[in-house]
């Protein structure tokens, strides 16, 4: 279950969003930005974004996080109506502490999907409920999903959101992501 707790008015360099701060069960903070000039559509727009410190803050070149993120947001710019729900899940749901631990293995030879089972895990830990919920809170339930992870489609579903279209989100690899991307396409089958 999530609790709205906080909303405000944002704007970005990507436009004016409406933020909206929600807290769930296990004490996870989750934000929604909105932008809709007419209440909820159907198939919304939607970028559905792990919270990846080290991507999205840090600027770390070792994930594709924050040239997703910033896809999200330019695609959502163009629109009259979208959504993005950033969720409290660092690391694949292993959390920040873990997933330094994992770029160490990563820097031993070990690939993300290797690495993340040595530690004890399995391969993507995150869950999309919480982003379901988010999303009938605001009385969506058919949406274009911006990603290229078919789990989250999956788990989606399983929730009980129809996705109407999958919408990749395309970015360039350099050396310190190939191998990662690589094997999030050959190991996770995103579409890369």
Avoid at 35 to 64: E, I
Avoid at 80 to 98: F, H, P, T, V
Wanted: aromatic letters at 8%; proline letters at 3%.
């Amino acid at each position: 279950m999530i609790k709205k707790v906080a909303e405000a008015f944002f704007p970005t360099r990507y436009g004016k969003f409406t933020i909206h701060a929600f807290v769930d069960g296990q004490g996870g903070e989750h934000i929604a930005l909105t932008r809709c000039a007419h209440g909820p559509h159907r198939a919304v727009p939607v970028r559905v974004h792990s919270r990846c410190l080290t991507g999205d803050t840090l600027t770390s070149m070792r994930c594709d996080c924050r040239d997703q993120l910033v896809a999200a947001l330019r695609y959502l710019e163009r629109r009259k109506c979208g959504m993005l729900i950033y969720l409290d899940q660092e690391g694949r749901g292993i959390g920040l502490a873990n997933k330094i631990k994992a770029y160490a293995l990563q820097d031993q030879g070990m690939d993300t999907v290797e690495a993340n089972v040595h530690l004890g895990f399995g391969e993507d830990m995150r869950d999309y409920s919480v982003a379901a919920d988010i999303l009938k809170y605001f009385g969506v339930k058919e949406i274009s999903l911006l990603t290229n992870n078919p789990k989250k489609v999956a788990d989606l579903e399983r929730h009980g959101i129809k996705i109407t279209k999958r919408i990749p989100l395309i970015t360039k690899s350099n050396r310190y992501n190939r191998k990662y991307l690589e094997t999030k396409k050959e190991k996770m089958n995103h579409a890369l």
